[in-house]
């Protein structure tokens, strides 16, 4: 199985910093990763996918990079919405795996 | 607008049953792979299984295989999951979910919670 590492677990920032997110795989993936953000109670919702596409309707601040087994979420100027848990997940091959989740909460 | 309404949750004594029902509309169902995705309280998210468009191929998360089944049914654009032989940490809200041909998951249920405890 390939494994997801997210990091950091909580990372505390402020409204208007630029805040970047990083998860590992295991092995390589290509570029079969997608970020999504969850809100408290909610489902998630697909931010990225093909690890650096924005997924229609998602605010352009928000972006992907990466392959392979390294990659980044970042959020060029963070908002108040956005302080919330974010994951990575891997579709390169099942199982399909998540990482721990991070959680933005403010500085 | 695509739209996933599961039903099915409570609560159940460990080595028992529950069937997870997803009501999908919005999008044509029969084109698409389909997911359940659980995630215990306080915890991270976790795939469960896959079904193809036609049914012909499932796949599980190895902590299920054997007790849970996924299927489908076209024709009345619903998606189920049959779990069996329950434990207390298949205790969750499970999600049903599209998955597009190359992935990945786009759009989930509200989810329902699915309690086992004696």
């Known amino acids: 199985d390939i494994q997801m590492t997210q990091s950091p677990s909580t990372l505390s920032a402020s409204v208007g910093d630029r805040v970047t997110i990083t998860c590992r795989a295991s092995q390589s993936i290509a570029y079969w990763l997608a970020w999504y953000q969850q809100k408290p109670g909610k489902a998630p919702k697909l931010l990225i996918y093909?690890?650096?596409s924005l997924q229609s309707g998602v605010p352009s601040r928000f972006s992907g990079s990466g392959s392979g087994t390294e990659f980044t979420l970042t959020i060029s100027s963070l908002q108040p919405d956005d302080l919330t848990t974010y994951y990575c997940q891997q579709y390169h091959s099942y199982p399909i795996t998540f990482g721990q989740g991070t959680r933005l909460e403010i500085k | 607008e695509v739209q996933l309404v599961e039903s099915g949750g409570g609560l159940v004594q460990p080595g028992g049953s529950l069937r997870l029902s997803c009501a999908a509309s919005g999008f044509i169902f029969s084109s698409y792979w389909m997911s359940w995705v659980r995630q215990a309280p306080g915890k991270g998210l976790e795939w469960v299984a896959n079904i193809k468009q036609d049914g012909s191929e499932k796949k599980y998360v190895d902590s299920v295989e054997g007790r849970f089944t996924i299927s489908r049914d076209n024709a009345k654009n619903s998606l189920y999951l049959q779990m069996n032989s329950l434990r207390a940490e298949d205790t969750a809200v499970y999600y049903c979910a599209r998955y597009p041909v190359s992935g990945p998951i786009d759009y989930w249920g509200q989810g329902t919670l699915v309690t086992v405890s004696s």
């Open positions: 093909e690890a650096s």
